[in-house]
Nanobody, 121 residues
Framework: QVQLVESGGGLVQPGGSLRLSCGASGSIFSINTMGWYRRAPGKERELVAAITSGGSTNYADPVKGRFTISRDNAKNTVYLQMNTLKPEDTAVYYC???????????????WGQGTLVTVSS
């Protein structure tokens, strides 16, 4: 089994910063794409940012220039640095990882339990 555990959420004032972390553990041969999604109250879940094993990134338009995704392959960990936070960034943030549990196996998507980010004064 594979587990993803997020940390770093909390309450922050508008304009502030937070850094989310997500570590993967368990039966892991390799991890392909890792990413962050969020679900705001009353809205659908949406992609925030993603990063491939080679370091290529993509971002949702609302967070471009404010959020930075990165990863440490040796630690099976993905990060999301969030700057200049806005009230509309308030959401539960989920990390996801496409994991191969053994050589030649297809990658399966795993999800963390979510961490709440609240941006409010």
């Amino acid at each position: 089994q594979v587990q993803l555990v997020e940390s770093g959420g909390g309450l922050v004032q508008p304009g502030g910063s937070l850094r989310l972390s997500c570590g993967a553990s368990g039966s892991i041969f390799s991890i392909n794409t890792m990413g962050w999604y969020r679900r705001a109250p009353g809205k659908e879940r949406e992609l925030v940012a993603a990063i491939t094993s080679g370091g290529s990134t993509n971002y949702a338009d609302p967070v471009k220039g404010r959020f930075t995704i990165s990863r440490d392959n040796a630690k099976n960990t993905v990060y999301l640095q969030m700057n200049t936070l806005k009230p509309e960034d308030t959401a539960v943030y989920y990390c996801t990882a496409e994991v191969q549990v053994r050589r030649y196996a297809p990658g399966n998507d795993y999800w963390g339990q979510g961490t709440l980010v609240t941006v409010s004064s």
